[in-house]
């Protein structure tokens, strides 16, 4: 993250670089502290978002080589930290996912009666 910038402006921008594609984020699905295995005396914190891909195509970079990939073939090459994350995500799609929109009473009748959505 650099000094000029929130968590959620640095995801979108690290997204962009790491994968070719502009980003929206928009929820905070969680923050995820863990110590380095590799460094001595040295912790990171990750703030992961839900974002919607505003534009871009997925390009290989210094970073790697981004692609889609299933759930089934993830999950295998995941450290159990990133598994939690992953976990947490999908959790996440269920519950948007069991989001209902409702309308005062007023509203669906006038919809209904005048057989229009307005």
Do not use: C
């Amino acid at each position: 993250m650099n000094s000029n910038e929130t968590p959620h402006q640095a995801a979108e921008r690290e997204g962009r670089e790491e994968t070719g594609l502009v980003l929206y984020a928009d929820d905070l699905i969680g923050y995820y502290p863990s110590a380095s295995d590799k460094i001595t005396n040295m912790s990171t914190i990750s703030f992961v978002y839900h974002a919607e891909i505003v534009s871009g195509a997925l390009q290989i970079n210094v970073e790697g080589h981004p692609r889609w990939m299933h759930e089934e073939e993830l999950r295998p090459l995941l450290s159990a930290h990133s598994q939690h994350i992953l976990d947490d995500y999908l959790q996440y799609r269920r519950r948007q996912k069991m989001k209902t929109i409702t309308f005062p009473v007023e509203h669906s009748l006038q919809l209904v009666s005048s057989g229009r959505l307005s």
